[in-house]
């Protein structure tokens, strides 16, 4: 049976950024784009005439910009949007993830003529996403509070869909089934209250704040937090990282696949939406608390033996380098039961087996559950190993998170 094609709607202000996104996304068999738009109002216009399965919508635009369009699409008519933008500007990439934070899904960057040397590669990697973004959970938002969640009506895609969009090297390996019942959940550790240090002078020189981190750090169940996410991601990251205080008593190691040029608008965005600061992690550096940190670009992000960062080249795991399996998986060697890994929305499987790489070393494990990603890929993998200690709700995250360090 022939499965009907995925109904793209383009708004977008420039007549040669037209051109080459039209050639690009009517050449599958599977894709037709059914309408282009000038403006956010003309696009707003179009939806209920041309009934798209996704929207591509650049961030300036004249009359109704990119903000202004996606806010009106998820508060009336919510379909998945794919910010196809050339601003990676210092400037712009604050106002692209502003677009994320109002309900688009996903980033990609503006084809230009001056890279039509890799063509073939942009092209499929904007075809995959389209296709991906085609059966993804969007949401009704209104006054940027989160309403109704639903599906893209008829597209809503199956896991064996999902699967036959990707490459073969990143589509799931995991041997056990997904589990049809949720794991029994681990009890959070309970954290004994934190005395206060009442003999200053056994510590002979040491200053009272560095006393009470001696402390802190002995009673910790914990002494790092890592988080991977993919499609989806920056939003889910956003609603976490901004309820942790200034004074989470550990680092925070975040690996987010993301489109090349956009990592440092990501760190920013999120350090302005956070208490902790954000940012890219040097080589040599050591985690510190109350700081949440990113692979830079291309990099594998690893520690030593001595828990410093270390960047590496080695090979893409599942499609990804930065990957986050790899990183999971240093923080296991690293950190051991003291880890606490949070696996996001994404699709494919990379963090799976890295996740189970800290439960086996007894390090407390989360997922987020099928009901509130974008994508339930990653994590599906994760709970089909048997990885997660604990299944839930992106809203559900960060208290626990809050819980385990008795905040």
């Known amino acids: 049976m022939n499965e009907k094609p995925i109904?793209?709607?383009?708004?977008?202000?420039?007549?040669?950024?037209?051109?080459?996104?039209?050639?690009?996304?009517?050449?599958?068999?599977?894709?037709?784009?059914?309408?282009?738009?000038r403006t956010g109002i003309e696009g707003l216009k179009l939806i209920p005439v041309v009934k798209p399965d996704v929207i591509c919508s650049d961030l300036q635009m004249p009359e109704m910009g990119g903000l202004e369009f996606i806010r009106e699409v998820m508060a009336t008519n919510?379909?998945?949007?794919?910010?196809?933008?050339?601003?990676?500007?210092?400037?712009?990439?604050?106002?692209?993830?502003?677009?994320?934070?109002?309900g688009a899904v996903d980033i990609f960057p503006k084809p230009r003529k001056s890279v039509m040397d890799n063509y073939e590669e942009i092209k499929q990697e904007l075809i995959t996403k389209v296709r991906?973004?085609?059966?993804?959970?969007?949401?009704?938002?209104?006054?940027?509070?989160?309403?109704?969640p639903r599906l893209p009506g008829d597209r809503a895609r199956s896991p064996s869909y999902i699967e036959s969009i990707l490459p073969k090297s990143d589509r799931s390996s995991a041997k056990k089934q997904f589990a049809k019942k949720q794991l029994a959940k681990k009890p959070v550790p309970k954290v004994a209250s934190i005395p206060r240090t009442s003999q200053l002078q056994l510590a002979g020189r040491k200053k009272a704040a560095e006393i009470q981190e001696i402390n802190l750090q002995k009673r910790l169940p914990f002494r790092v937090v890592a988080i991977g996410?993919?499609?989806?991601?920056?939003?889910?990251?956003?609603?976490?990282?901004?309820a942790l205080p200034s004074n989470f008593p550990v680092p925070v190691i975040c690996v987010q696949h993301i489109s090349e040029g956009f990592l440092?608008?990501?760190?920013?965005?999120?350090?302005?939406?956070?208490?902790?600061?954000?940012?890219?992690?040097?080589?040599?550096?050591?985690?510190?608390?109350?700081?949440?940190?990113?692979?830079?670009e291309g990099k594998h992000l690893e520690l030593d033996t001595r828990g410093r960062f270390l960047y590496s080249s080695a090979p893409a795991?599942?499609?990804?380098?930065?990957?986050?399996?790899?990183?999971?998986?240093?923080?296991?060697?690293?950190?051991?039961s003291r880890a606490v890994a949070i696996l996001l929305t994404g699709m494919g499987?990379?963090?799976?087996?890295?996740?189970?790489?800290?439960?086996?070393?007894?390090?407390?494990?989360?997922?987020?559950d099928e009901a509130s990603c974008v994508v339930f890929g990653?994590?599906?993998?994760?709970?089909?190993?048997?990885?997660a200690c604990h299944i839930l709700p992106i809203a559900d995250i960060a208290p626990m998170l809050l819980e385990s360090f008795k905040f």
């Open 264 to 296: 440092q608008g990501l760190v920013d965005w999120l350090g302005s939406e956070c208490r902790l600061l954000a940012k890219i992690a040097s080589a040599g550096e050591y985690p510190e608390p109350g700081k949440i940190y990113f692979p830079p």
């Open 378 to 387: 990653m994590p599906k993998e994760a709970i089909a190993l048997e990885a």
């Open 229 to 242: 996410a993919s499609t989806g991601g920056p939003q889910a990251l956003q609603g976490i990282l901004s």
């Open 349 to 368: 499987r990379d963090g799976a087996d890295g996740m189970l790489s800290i439960a086996q070393a007894g390090g407390l494990t989360i997922a987020q």
């Open 78 to 102: 919510p379909k998945p949007i794919l910010v196809i933008s050339a601003s990676v500007q210092a400037e712009d990439t604050e106002n692209v993830f502003e677009l994320l934070a109002a």
């Open 7 to 37: 109904r793209i709607l383009l708004v977008e202000d420039s007549p040669v950024a037209i051109i080459i996104l039209k050639r690009i996304l009517n050449s599958p068999p599977l894709l037709q784009v059914v309408g282009t738009a």
């Open 317 to 336: 795991l599942s499609g990804h380098r930065p990957s986050v399996t790899a990183t999971f998986n240093a923080v296991a060697r690293y950190y051991g």
């Open 132 to 148: 991906i973004l085609a059966g993804v959970s969007v949401f009704t938002l209104r006054r940027n509070r989160l309403v109704i």
